[in-house]
């Protein structure tokens, strides 16, 4: 099969599960989401809870920081956006940001390494991958930090949300999480194709034995939020 028509075929099969996934995934019901953020850049994330002594880390920007700037707006908490690849990195050099907003220049994964983040196909587009999820060759090479030392390096002790879309490489930081006892009180992940269904549920069904609840699947966008058993205790967590 040519390049093109694998590509094709991907992308079909993208359009067919992200109809399916809302409808396969469980969700729990929770009042008071609100969706900041605009277009494909946006997640539904709980309306209270966030205030401004929280952190949030939005890992992934490529030329999209709505939500990031949403938080700040809606919280004037304190945000830590981040993403290595070329265009972010251009793209956020020409926006004037709140001080409330941080950007670094770094991806996040599941060890602390210099990566190979491979290009899209189009040109145009911003989606580089750890994962190679377009099966390209061109790559760009970049450091990545584990979120429990990205936390140590920033002072932080605590993450209120975690918003990772980062075509891919999100079951990597979603296992070191469980690794270093790192339980945001709010999640998002965007779970990348061509990943089986199969590892989205069994990544999903680790994340609800720790204490998570599905409060929204969007296309491949997922919110949880954390409520651990009573008497659990998770370090590195924010109420």
Known sequence: MAGNERFSAGRLRLIVLARL?????????????????RGLGGWWVPST??????VCYCV??????TFDLALVDRFNCHVVSLDPTPKA???????????????????????NREARFYSP????????SIAN???????????????????????????????LDIEGAEYEVLDSLHRDNIYPSTLCVEFDQPHSAF???RAI???????YKTVSVDRFNFTFIHSPAPGTSHKARSQ
């Open 205 to 211: 069904r680790r994340l609800h034995r720790a204490g």
């Open 49 to 54: 809870g966030l205030s401004r002594d929280s």
């Open 133 to 163: 999820l377009q099966q390209t060759k061109d790559f760009v090479l970049a450091p990545v930090r584990t979120l429990r030392s990205l936390m140590e390096e920033s002072g932080h002790d605590r993450v209120a949300l975690l918003k």
């Open 89 to 111: 990195v251009s793209y956020m050099s020409g926006l004037s940001t709140p001080r409330e907003l941080r950007f670094l220049p770094v991806g996040v994964a599941g060890s």
């Open 121 to 128: 196909r189009d040109p145009t587009h911003s989606s580089f």
């Open 199 to 201: 590892d989205t549920w």
């Open 21 to 37: 996934f809302p409808a396969f995934f469980k969700r729990t019901r929770a009042a008071g989401l609100v969706r900041l953020g």
């Open 60 to 65: 992934g920007v490529g030329d999209d920081v």
